[in-house]
């Protein structure tokens, strides 16, 4: 329509319209060169990849863990390398708020709340170092006595909280409400540090320099806030209205359990008359998606998952009758442990309520293995035990079937001095406390591994080298206390024959690189079908409606070492003969599985109408909703020249109005005959 009205317009029209793109021109130009500098590069975002978000859980009371403003929190990068630059982002640097950089060694729970507390900090990069840990010779940020209010001692036994932990620092059990991130790639890092030196050092060390600065935004929005009993409630409300979605969900995953000898369901088990071998599938971190838990939890399920290839063995098992009082061994995965033992307390729950194949009062013996990574000839395995379940019985035999292989496994006396360790037996403990129960570990008092549940528990700091065939090589540590523990547990059962298992270095070694170095591994490979990522699968338990990729191939080969090769017979029918036999085909080959099993791992406070959130009777560990996780970096110009590039953006609107009010007064001399053509079409 006014495409025919310009081409018409009149002389005197475009002579005035001239003028006024002229002085509009003039005055862009000459506006824009006050703040070209800034102009170039204000509000460039450059986003940081490969990092690992801190977030929020909620128990019963409280809430731990991170969270960003909702549309992110903005800093002056600030690198911490000494008590000077630390000076500098709490109380001497002019341009706060800052986001801090920092290694390893300087995220400690001092500088962590200072920074919390300083007002000054919006929030935390933590940088990987080059290299392994070289200078960071211990780092966990769960407690100093992990689980201490989820176990038997009370606060008012002097074991409540003995220092297992002493590396712990419990920042993960605390409020921080500032975003924090792990960025471990290390492209990413210089990126950050090459913006910090180029735009953020201050001169000599001591002057600021001037604006432009660097500047970054972290954003991590947390949905849910509060406690528990509070989230889930809003949850519910929101449920009703279509399209919401709830703000956060119960941690938990699945337990995975079998027996060694088949069952049958419609007999129940006597008083006294099963083992148990237990481990712990989760681990835990600050950070998401790094929680390797290589010490902290492989070392015990990859050596329980040995166990089980020994005594599944054909030509094992069919010499193991349960003639004896000791009629079947159960293997058990509880996952969500770290988190006030979700998996197993669940578990004792079901025997409670009869929805489990026995009762807490049929377990003879509860063997665990916790830590169980040992590479030095010095070191020694030790056996614990509770005051009031002490029983020579079962580590006598350790002891005898570990000479067997130069192990050195050791009671740990006295036994009333630090009580039982952190571990999945507590849990029994609190229901049956006369229970007998070892916890094999490789630690007396303080726990060897500095970095407990956290994410520099890896392979490096576990001391694990793939195919390494020395004598005091993890694997073979390892092997050999596998092989100790089935050779007990074959006399436990009081076979007649005098069956033995040799330690099975292959199967250890190649567990470990599945569990630490590669899930894309043979063994996972040829169980799945399929391909799988080259790292490690995250060991933490998650929330309970997702089962992790860790637990669900660690039933895997549960079935598979502890399942039975069914001959002759198509793929076809296999499946066909899932439902009703418990058949299930893998590897090329059909199992007879049915005695492989896997129940829900979710806190009971959660199934329990009117329970009492505060009791502490039960983990309530939620995790909250967030929506997205993103870092990025920024040159920020000072806040004057954001003001003048404000104001003359203004003054443009003004003076822009002005000339459109003055070309509409002489819109008739302008736009005559347009203005009328327009009309007519
Ligand atoms: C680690 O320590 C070495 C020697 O003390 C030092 O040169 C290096 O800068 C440190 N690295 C980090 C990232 O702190
Ligand atoms: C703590 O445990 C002891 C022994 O188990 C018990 O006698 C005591 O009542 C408990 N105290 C509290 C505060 O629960
Ligand atoms: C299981 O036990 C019941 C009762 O003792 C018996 O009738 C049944 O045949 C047994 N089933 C199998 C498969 O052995
Ligand atoms: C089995 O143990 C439970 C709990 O200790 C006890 O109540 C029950 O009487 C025992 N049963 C037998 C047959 O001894
Ligand atoms: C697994 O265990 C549950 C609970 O004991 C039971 O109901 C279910 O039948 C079991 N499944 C198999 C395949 O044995
Ligand atoms: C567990 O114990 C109760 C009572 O002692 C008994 O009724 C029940 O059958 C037992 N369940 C199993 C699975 O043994
Ligand atoms: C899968 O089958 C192959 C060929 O029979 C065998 O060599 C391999 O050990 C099997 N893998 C597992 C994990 O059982
Ligand atoms: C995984 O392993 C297979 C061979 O086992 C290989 O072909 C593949 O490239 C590996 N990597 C990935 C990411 O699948
Ligand atoms: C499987 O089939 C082969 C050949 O048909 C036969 O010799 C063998 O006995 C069968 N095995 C079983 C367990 O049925
Ligand atoms: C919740 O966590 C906080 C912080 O770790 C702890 O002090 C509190 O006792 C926990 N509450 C419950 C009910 O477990």
Not at 349 to 371: C, G, H, K, W
Not at 541 to 562: E, I, N, W
Request: with cysteine.
């Amino acid at each position: 329509m006014g495409v025919t009205g310009t081409s018409h317009r009149g002389l005197h029209g475009h002579h005035v319209i001239w003028s006024f793109i002229k002085l509009l021109l003039l005055i862009l130009i000459s506006s824009s060169s006050l703040s070209l500098a800034d102009r170039t590069f204000t509000k460039v975002y450059e986003p940081i990849s490969g990092i690992n978000a801190c977030f929020k859980r909620l128990n019963g009371t409280h809430e731990i863990g991170c969270r960003s403003s909702s549309k992110g929190d903005v800093g002056i990068l600030h690198l911490i390398e000494d008590k000077h630059s630390l000076d500098w982002v709490l109380k001497d640097g002019p341009n706060a708020p800052y986001i801090t950089m920092l290694y390893p060694v300087d995220f400690t729970r001092e500088n962590i709340m200072q920074f919390r507390d300083s007002g000054r900090v919006t929030g935390v990069l933590l940088l990987k170092e080059k290299g392994i840990n070289t200078n960071t010779t211990s780092f966990s940020t769960d407690s100093s006595c992990p689980n201490q209010n989820s176990g038997i001692y009370n606060t008012s036994s002097s074991k409540h909280c003995q220092s297992w932990n002493p590396a712990g620092n419990s920042l993960l059990w605390e409020n921080l409400n500032f975003p924090i991130f792990y960025v471990h790639s290390e492209s990413e890092t210089e990126k950050l540090l090459k913006c910090f030196d180029n735009f953020n050092r201050p001169k000599n060390g001591i002057t600021s320099q001037g604006w432009p600065l660097c500047a970054t935004q972290l954003r991590s929005f947390m949905l849910a806030a509060v406690d528990t009993p509070t989230c889930l409630r809003r949850s519910s409300v929101f449920n009703m209205n279509p399209g919401a979605g709830k703000v956060c969900d119960p941690l938990g995953d699945q337990n995975i359990w079998a027996s060694l000898l088949p069952h049958n369901s419609s007999e129940s088990y006597p008083n006294n008359s099963i083992i148990v071998i237990a481990a712990r599938l989760d681990g835990a971190s600050l950070f998401d998606e790094v929680s390797p838990s290589a010490d902290s939890s492989i070392s015990g399920i990859v050596t329980v998952l040995s166990i089980m290839k020994h005594l599944g063995e054909a030509s094992v098992r069919e010499q193991l009758g349960g003639e004896g009082p000791i009629k079947n061994v159960y293997f058990m995965l509880f996952n969500g442990e770290a988190f006030g033992y979700i998996g197993s307390s669940r578990i004792v729950f079901d025997m409670a309520q009869n929805n489990f194949p026995f009762n807490i009062s049929s377990i003879r013996y509860f063997i665990e293995v916790n830590q169980a990574a040992v590479s030095s000839p010095a070191a020694s395995y030790f056996l614990h035990q509770s005051e009031l379940s002490q029983s020579r019985e079962l580590t006598d035999i350790f002891e005898k079937h570990g000479k067997a292989f130069n192990l050195k496994v050791k009671v740990v006396t006295p036994q009333n001095e630090w009580g039982v360790p952190p571990s999945s037996l507590q849990s029994f403990l609190k229901e049956r406390p006369d229970l007998t129960g070892v916890v094999l570990t490789n630690h007396k008092q303080e726990y060897k591994n500095k970095f407990y549940n956290e994410m520099f528990d890896d392979k490096e700091t576990m001391g694990y080298v793939y195919g390494d065939r020395n004598v005091y090589s993890v694997q073979r540590n390892m092997a050999a206390l596998a092989a100790t523990l089935a050779n007990s547990v074959i006399e436990l059962l009081s076979s007649p024959s005098e069956v033995k298992v040799e330690p099975d270095l292959e199967t250890v070694d190649e567990l470990l690189h599945c569990y630490l170095e590669s899930a894309n591994c043979s063994i996972f490979v040829e169980l799945t079908g399929m391909k799988q990522i080259e790292q490690p699968y995250a060991t933490y338990v998650g929330v309970a409606m997702h089962l992790t990729s860790m637990s669900q191939v660690s039933k895997l080969v549960t079935s598979r070492y502890l399942g039975y090769l069914v001959d002759n017979i198509t793929e076809d029918e296999c499946w066909k003969l899932q439902k009703d036999k418990g058949y299930y085909w893998m590897n090329e080959s059909c199992y007879d599985i049915s005695h492989v099993n896997s129940t829900e791992a979710k806190s009971p406070a959660f199934l329990l109408d009117g329970y009492d959130w505060s009791s502490g009777k039960y983990s309530t560990w939620t995790e909250s909703i967030w929506q997205s996780f993103t870092v990025r970096i920024f040159i920020k110009p000072s806040l004057v020249h954001e003001i003048i590039t404000l104001v003359s953006g203004i003054l443009m609107l003004v003076f822009s109005m002005l000339v459109v009010r003055k070309v509409n007064e002489k819109a008739d001399i302008i736009f005559q005959r347009s203005r009328t053509e327009a009309l007519v079409c």
